[in-house]
């Protein structure tokens, strides 16, 4: 996926590092990260492992690249496992936190390759499109196998997002079980 950056290295876009590709299935939006104690993350961790044990690994395919305002992200698809998967992380948080856990709404599940860091002009963005729709292979297979629970740490100066991993939890319970 890195051709994407080759396609749009003039552009006022930060791409996010291999690292950093993300699905963002839940948000918390009560309070920081970092306020919340240590019993409740590990609450967390407990609720999303019982949670993941009724869902199965999957693969989704990443793609096409669409422009926006915002930045350059993948469409994923298709819905069903994804929205499956967003359903039983937002039980498992809404079961520790409560049902008014977060305002974020996540919408359109999606991948994000690059955020934007400055505005750009109709005919510019009709143009990244352009060269990203020309990108191949433009689609590209995603093993979705585990989530990750994770302290997001954001900049929004030089638009990047990372993150502390706090425990990575597994589809089905345990990796050996899906066939």
Do not use: C
């Not at 590709?21 to 970092?34: E, W």
């Not at 350059?72 to 079961?95: H, K, Q, S, V, Y």
């Not at 990575?168 to 066939?179: E, F, R, S």
């Amino acid at each position: 996926m890195r051709t994407y950056s080759n396609a749009t290295q003039d552009d006022p876009l930060t791409h996010v590092g291999d690292e950093w590709f993300h699905i963002t299935l839940y948000q918390l939006s009560q309070k920081p990260a970092s306020e919340i104690p240590e019993y409740e993350r590990q609450a967390l961790v407990t609720s999303l492992t019982e949670q993941m044990k009724a869902i199965a690994p999957f693969t989704i395919m990443v793609g096409s690249p669409l422009p926006y305002a915002s930045g350059l992200i993948f469409d994923l698809g298709p819905d069903e496992p994804l929205n499956e998967l967003r359903a039983a992380a937002t039980r498992a948080f809404e079961i520790v936190r409560g049902p008014g856990a977060t305002t974020y709404d996540t919408g359109v599940l999606h991948l994000t390759e690059s955020y934007a860091t400055a505005k750009v002009t109709l005919d510019h963005f009709h143009q990244i499109h352009r060269r990203v729709r020309r990108v191949r292979p433009s689609h590209a297979p995603l093993r979705v196998d585990s989530i990750a629970l994770v302290d997001v740490v954001a900049n929004d100066t030089e638009k990047t997002i990372m993150w502390d991993t706090l425990a990575t939890v597994p589809l089905l319970g345990d990796y050996g079980a899906a066939a």
